[in-house]
């Protein structure tokens, strides 16, 4: 599956942003959906993911309350709300596709088969 990732950009603490990711394929609804982040030099970091058809949302604790995640099975496309963002927010964010479905398996980027192109976010302070 390819993953087209979408939507960052520039702006201030406190604003919000949309990311989007957008499957090719229209068995988008069998992969769990994540959203990972990485910084010059450093590892990707896990943000949140979906299950692939409960809904179920995990978040990593930085975010819990101001970012939401979401998929639309039918348009092929996740989403991640970002608002109140914060300059330590700044990195590029991937999405992927997983097939797992082991809960311990969805913060670990090594679980993801398929990525996105990463999309650049940049919060000033």
């Known amino acids: 599956v390819q993953l087209q990732a979408s939507g960052g950009g520039l702006v201030q603490a406190g604003g919000s942003l949309r990311l989007s990711c957008v499957a090719s394929e229209r068995t988008f609804s069998s992969y769990a959906m994540g959203w990972f982040r990485q910084l010059p030099g450093k590892e990707r970091e896990f943000v949140s993911g979906v299950k692939r058809s409960s809904g179920t949302t995990y978040y990593t604790d930085s975010v819990k309350g101001r970012f939401t995640i979401s998929r639309d099975n039918a348009e092929n496309t996740a989403y991640l709300q970002m608002n109140n963002l914060k300059p330590e927010d700044t990195a590029v964010y991937y999405c992927?596709?997983?097939?797992?479905?082991?809960?311990?398996?969805?913060?670990?980027?090594?679980?993801?088969?398929?990525w996105g192109q990463g999309t650049q976010v940049t919060v000033s302070s």
């Open positions: 992927a596709a997983s097939y797992t479905t082991i809960v311990s398996e969805f913060r670990s980027y090594r679980s993801y088969a398929y």
